[in-house]
């Protein structure tokens, strides 16, 4: 396991000193990809706080409820009006 340790600076409620400790795999693929991108594996942990606080925060994805019924189908009017009757 791995910690990783953020000091407070500055005057105000800026940044806050913080310990989290996660599996060394996931720090070293962590370290890799800030490598990478040319960012601070302390920019690449806000920018993932960030997005998942913002995916949580989201309003509920929009379900339509089951509005069907138990029937048998087109009536027998149906049947025979054809599609564009119906569009009607």
Same mark, same amino acid.
């Given at each position: 396991? =791995?910690?990783?340790?953020?000091?407070?600076? #500055? =005057?105000?409620?800026?940044?806050?000193?913080?310990?989290? $400790?996660?599996? !060394? &795999?996931?720090? /070293?693929?962590?370290?890799?990809?800030?490598?990478? !991108?040319?960012? =601070?594996?302390?920019?690449?942990?806000?920018?993932?706080? *960030?997005?998942?606080?913002?995916?949580? @925060?989201?309003?509920?994805?929009? $379900?339509?409820? @089951?509005? &069907?019924? $138990? #029937? /048998?189908?087109? &009536?027998?009017?149906? /049947? /025979? &009006?054809?599609?564009? *009757?119906?569009?009607?």
């Amino acid at each position: 396991m =791995t910690t990783l340790l953020c000091r407070r600076a #500055g =005057t105000g409620d800026d940044i806050v000193r913080i310990s989290i $400790k996660i599996p !060394d &795999s996931l720090w /070293k693929e962590a370290r890799r990809v800030a490598f990478r !991108d040319g960012v =601070t594996v302390r920019e690449l942990v806000e920018q993932g706080l *960030r997005q998942v606080l913002q995916q949580r @925060n989201r309003p509920a994805r929009f $379900k339509l409820r @089951n509005a &069907s019924f $138990k #029937g /048998k189908g087109l &009536s027998a009017y149906g /049947k /025979k &009006s054809g599609w564009e *009757r119906l569009r009607t």
